[in-house]
């Protein structure tokens, strides 16, 4: 029998037309890496049934995406024009995550997943961290292949007491990075697991 892990979609145009989708690097990470049964979710908002849907989920991936998340939701600035967003998106997973947490069931948050978590539990955003004072630019090079884009950027070191330090045995891992936006007043009930050599708060 096998676990059932959500995933839930973004829009995302092909040719004229809106899509529900999912990154197959996510896919496959669920299907193949973590040997679990894949579940898309598709971003309807307050159209979906959330309470049945999880009721078919072990747990939640939260994925990453190009689109930031609306400052609407962390009572934000204004987006800058040109800012891509999902609002379908939003509309899906942040009452999602609340009522994941309130059900006790597994999250994994990925990049916008992750800042998506802060968010639905009351935390705040930066929204172009590379121009806060003292802050790295996180953000990948302009048009990057993949393979430099994925590649180890910098360190982030592990707080002592983490989840992350007892599973990998080490204090310092070597990550990516491809964001804009990051962590800026953690939310009530979250702790840090990881932070940049900048502060800013990576897991």
Same mark, same amino acid.
């Given at each position: 029998? @096998?676990?059932?892990?959500?995933?839930?979609?973004?829009?995302? /145009?092909?040719?004229? !037309?809106?899509?529900?989708?999912?990154?197959?690097?996510?896919?496959? *990470?669920?299907? &193949?890496? *973590?040997?679990?049964?894949?579940?898309?979710?598709?971003?309807?908002?307050?159209?979906? /049934?959330?309470? *049945?849907?999880?009721?078919?989920?072990?747990?939640?991936? +939260?994925?990453?995406?190009?689109?930031?998340?609306?400052?609407? !939701? @962390?009572?934000?600035?204004?987006?800058?024009?040109?800012? +891509?967003?999902?609002?379908?998106?939003?509309?899906?997973?942040? /009452?999602? %995550?609340?009522?994941?947490?309130?059900?006790? %069931?597994? +999250?994994? &948050?990925?990049?916008?997943?992750?800042?998506? %978590?802060?968010?639905?539990?009351?935390?705040?955003?930066?929204?172009?961290?590379?121009?806060?004072?003292?802050?790295?630019?996180?953000?990948? /090079?302009?048009?990057?292949?993949?393979?430099?884009?994925?590649?180890?950027? !910098?360190?982030?070191?592990?707080?002592?007491?983490?989840?992350?330090?007892?599973? +990998?045995?080490?204090?310092?891992?070597?990550?990516?990075?491809? !964001?804009?936006?990051?962590?800026?007043?953690?939310?009530?009930?979250?702790?840090?697991?990881?932070?940049?050599?900048?502060?800013? %708060?990576?897991?």
């Amino acid at each position: 029998m @096998y676990a059932v892990v959500g995933i839930p979609c973004d829009i995302k /145009p092909v040719g004229k !037309h809106p899509f529900h989708a999912a990154g197959v690097k996510y896919v496959a *990470a669920v299907a &193949g890496g *973590a040997r679990c049964l894949p579940l898309l979710l598709p971003a309807l908002g307050g159209q979906l /049934p959330l309470a *049945a849907a999880l009721d078919q989920f072990d747990g939640v991936l +939260l994925t990453g995406s190009l689109s930031n998340v609306e400052p609407q !939701h @962390y009572a934000g600035a204004a987006s800058r024009p040109g800012t +891509l967003h999902d609002p379908a998106r939003d509309a899906t997973t942040l /009452p999602l %995550i609340r009522r994941a947490v309130a059900r006790g %069931i597994p +999250l994994l &948050g990925i990049c916008r997943g992750f800042q998506e %978590i802060n968010v639905a539990l009351g935390g705040t955003l930066y929204q172009q961290v590379q121009e806060q004072p003292g802050m790295l630019d996180h953000r990948e /090079p302009d048009a990057a292949p993949l393979a430099e884009a994925y590649a180890p950027a !910098h360190a982030v070191q592990l707080a002592a007491d983490s989840l992350l330090a007892q599973a +990998l045995g080490v204090r310092e891992i070597q990550v990516n990075s491809l !964001h804009q936006q990051g962590v800026h007043h953690l939310a009530p009930g979250l702790r840090v697991e990881a932070r940049a050599p900048d502060g800013l %708060i990576e897991a």
